[in-house]
């Protein structure tokens, strides 16, 4: 009985760790990442090169573990918050102490800082900044409307582009990608904004539905859905995006009909479906990076024999 008590503790400290981090999230930047320098930064290498390239890795790595603390971070600044958003991950979160999370994040800082100094003084450098504008956006920016929604969407960004420093392929096709992304993840923090807004509330984040109200969120949100479809056209007319086409069609449906619902939901609970929603485009869009070429996955040949 003792050991089944302790199994089950371990177990749920390690999903309450996994929370705070949230591992999925992580896991998904992680694939986004090899799949964006395969398919795009790195569209004139060999897949094999790409995936054998230690210093990406190591680059992959920091960035992963920076990420981690800015979660650790932003999961301490929101406790209060997430009492009222989200009691049940508050309640499993509290299993690791603050005391201890704080420990992992110092760590894990120090770590992504010193693993990225294996490849450069300036990669450190770059991860020391992005670690610091973790902490900043977590401590104060995210209080703010619009500041903060800007914000949250640049750092999730970032990390890609220190593997656009690394590949040194500058192209507008990547600055049509990731402004895509970026619209995406704008319109993500903004319903996120509408679901949090009893918590946002009560602890003063003068978030846009908080500071001017629902409606000029929703408004926000609107312009910024069909701003996407500029980047998306960009993409399919002039930029080998192969049957990637196809994810940018599809995605605009589902951003059209999500405004939809956008304008017939007032409730928690139904700002969380659309959240759910927009989580499912993003995931897609990153599975979707191997149809710009197939043939890669398809074909080993490229992918495992580099000689031939």
Same mark, same amino acid.
């Given at each position: 009985?003792?050991?089944?008590?302790?199994?089950?503790?371990?177990?749920?400290?390690?999903?309450?760790?996994?929370?705070?981090?949230?591992?999925?999230?992580?896991?998904?930047?992680?694939?986004?990442?090899?799949?964006?320098?395969?398919? !795009?930064?790195?569209?004139? @290498?060999?897949?094999?090169?790409?995936?054998?390239?230690?210093?990406? #890795? *190591? /680059?992959? +790595?920091? =960035?992963?573990?920076?990420?981690?603390?800015?979660?650790?971070?932003?999961?301490?600044?929101?406790?209060?918050?997430?009492?009222?958003?989200?009691?049940?991950?508050?309640?499993?979160?509290?299993?690791?102490?603050?005391?201890?999370?704080?420990?992992?994040?110092?760590?894990?800082?120090?770590?992504?800082?010193? !693993?990225?100094?294996?490849? @450069?003084?300036?990669?450190?450098?770059?991860?020391?900044?992005?670690? #610091? *504008? /973790?902490? +900043?956006? =977590?401590?104060?920016?995210?209080?703010?409307?619009?500041?903060?929604?800007?914000?949250?969407?640049?750092?999730?960004?970032?990390?890609?582009?220190?593997?656009?420093?690394?590949?040194?392929?500058?192209?507008?096709?990547?600055?049509?990608?990731?402004?895509?992304?970026?619209?995406?993840?704008?319109?993500?923090?903004?319903?996120?904004?509408?679901?949090?807004?009893?918590?946002?509330?009560?602890?003063?984040?003068?978030?846009?539905?908080?500071?001017?109200?629902?409606?000029?969120?929703?408004?926000?949100?609107?312009?910024?859905?069909?701003?996407?479809?500029?980047?998306?056209?960009?993409?399919?007319?002039?930029?080998?995006?192969?049957?990637?086409?196809?994810?940018?069609?599809?995605?605009?449906?589902?951003?059209?009909?999500?405004?939809?619902?956008?304008?017939?939901?007032?409730?928690?609970?139904?700002?969380?479906?659309?959240?759910?929603?927009?989580?499912?485009?993003?995931?897609?869009?990153?599975?979707?990076?191997?149809?710009?070429?197939?043939?890669?996955?398809?074909?080993?040949?490229?992918?495992?024999?580099?000689?031939?």
């Amino acid at each position: 009985m003792t050991q089944t008590r302790k199994l089950k503790r371990t177990l749920l400290k390690f999903l309450s760790f996994f929370s705070v981090v949230r591992g999925y999230n992580i896991a998904v930047v992680v694939l986004a990442q090899y799949l964006s320098a395969i398919f !795009i930064f790195g569209s004139q @290498s060999r897949a094999i090169s790409v995936l054998t390239d230690g210093s990406l #890795f *190591l /680059l992959i +790595f920091s =960035s992963s573990l920076a990420i981690a603390s800015g979660y650790i971070i932003n999961n301490f600044y929101d406790t209060e918050k997430d009492l009222i958003n989200r009691p049940y991950k508050s309640n499993l979160d509290k299993k690791i102490s603050k005391a201890t999370q704080f420990r992992v994040y110092f760590f894990l800082n120090f770590l992504s800082v010193g !693993i990225a100094w294996l490849v @450069s003084w300036r990669a450190a450098f770059f991860y020391a900044v992005y670690i #610091f *504008l /973790l902490w +900043f956006y =977590s401590h104060k920016l995210k209080r703010f409307p619009i500041v903060g929604n800007i914000t949250a969407s640049v750092l999730v960004l970032l990390p890609f582009f220190g593997l656009l420093m690394h590949f040194q392929n500058f192209s507008w096709g990547i600055f049509a990608h990731g402004f895509y992304l970026y619209l995406i993840l704008f319109i993500r923090e903004s319903v996120k904004d509408l679901e949090n807004l009893k918590g946002d509330f009560a602890n003063n984040y003068q978030t846009i539905p908080v500071r001017f109200g629902s409606n000029v969120s929703k408004s926000l949100i609107t312009f910024l859905v069909m701003l996407t479809l500029v980047p998306a056209f960009a993409l399919i007319t002039y930029y080998k995006v192969g049957y990637m086409q196809y994810y940018f069609y599809i995605s605009s449906g589902l951003l059209l009909a999500f405004l939809i619902f956008l304008y017939q939901v007032s409730t928690q609970t139904e700002y969380k479906k659309l959240h759910i929603l927009l989580k499912i485009i993003i995931l897609f869009g990153v599975l979707s990076i191997v149809l710009i070429d197939p043939n890669v996955i398809i074909n080993g040949t490229n992918l495992v024999i580099p000689y031939l």
